[in-house]
């Protein structure tokens, strides 16, 4: 398995976020993923996901199927491979 990190930080469009937020933590809780950890930042301007799956290309493809990336919401995001040992 390999670990990645995804961190995002949201256009300033709080409706559209707002609608968009339950289908964006139903992708990542049916998304088949182990060691899942996410959430957003305390100042909402963004979040944090963490998970482990067995390929650089499925992390790719969960981020880019993430509703907020796939509806524009977000300013800039970084889907990193994670050292966590």
């Not at 957003?40 to 993430?66: C, H, K, Q, V, W």
């Amino acid at each position: 398995m390999k670990h990645f990190a995804f961190i995002y930080f949201m256009k300033p469009d709080p409706e559209a976020i707002r609608a968009t937020v339950p289908t964006h933590v139903a992708h990542w809780k049916n998304a088949d993923v182990t060691d899942y950890r996410g959430g957003p930042f305390a100042d909402r301007s963004g979040g944090l996901i963490t998970f482990s799956t067995e390929s650089a290309d499925r992390a790719a493809a969960l981020t880019r199927n993430d509703p907020f990336v796939e509806k524009g919401l977000l300013e800039n995001y970084w889907l990193k491979e994670w050292a966590s040992e």
